[in-house]
């Protein structure tokens, strides 16, 4: 019989990967006391044969719970780029270039997320990667790298842009639900929040001055 760790490597490999294998198969590993480098090699093996971006995901989160926050990073990286408009790879990857203190790799990471909009559940992303800038910002110049603090700033101001913001506004007991059908075809709505086009429904607001401003959504 096969050990499990060459069992779970093959399904890998043929692609029949499910996030539990990647978390059964570190444990494993573990036990028979393999190294780092071994465990690294044998999740990156699933990754090679691997064309699912989500199936990568998971290696890469896997990675970083366990230390690896080096290669995660890296398969972040390679996932953001061959998916743009995906938000996660950007949200998770600031933790591992964080833990790394990774200037070159926290800066990547903030101006993905800044690039995109966010729901309003996911507010707290935005927020977060938009303190890590500024804080980066001023390590930058306390350092004495003000060339490099300049030019990470003017690219959060770029990246703040937006091609089209529509909001409406009405008043009353009446709910409004916005739809927007885009270029190439797809609907951002309160059905698909978040599109392969770059559209988000950042979602409902209520202003503060009732009457003189009434409902919005965005």
């Excluded at 990754?47 to 199936?55: E, H, I, L, Q, R």
């Excluded at 390679?78 to 998916?83: D, P, R, Y």
Aim: proline share 5%.
């Amino acid at each position: 019989n096969a050990p499990p760790t060459a069992r779970i490597t093959s399904a890998i490999r043929h692609g029949h990967a499910h996030p539990w294998m990647y978390e059964a198969l570190s444990p494993v590993l573990q036990a028979t006391e393999a190294s780092n480098s071994e465990i690294e090699r044998a999740l990156m093996s699933g990754v090679d044969f691997s064309k699912d971006p989500g199936a990568i995901m998971d290696v890469a989160l896997y990675m970083s719970r366990i230390g690896l926050d080096e290669r995660a990073l890296k398969l972040f990286r390679e996932v953001a780029q061959a998916n743009p408009y995906r938000p996660e790879p950007y949200a998770l990857a600031l933790a591992s270039a964080k833990r790394l203190n990774d200037a070159e790799g926290i800066q990547w990471a903030c101006l993905g997320i800044l690039r995109q909009a966010w729901t309003s559940e996911q507010a707290a992303i935005e927020d977060r990667a938009l303190r890590v800038a500024k804080a980066t910002v001023e390590q930058l110049r306390d350092a004495n790298q003000s060339e490099q603090a300049d030019a990470f700033e003017q690219a959060l101001e770029d990246v703040g842009m937006r091609d089209h913001i529509v909001k409406v506004r009405w008043t009353g007991d009446a709910d409004v639900d916005l739809m927007i059908e885009e270029p190439s075809g797809t609907i951002c709505s309160l059905q698909t929040p978040r599109t392969p086009g770059g559209g988000v429904l950042v979602g409902d607001a209520y202003a503060s001055g009732y009457i003189l401003d009434g409902n919005t959504e965005t």
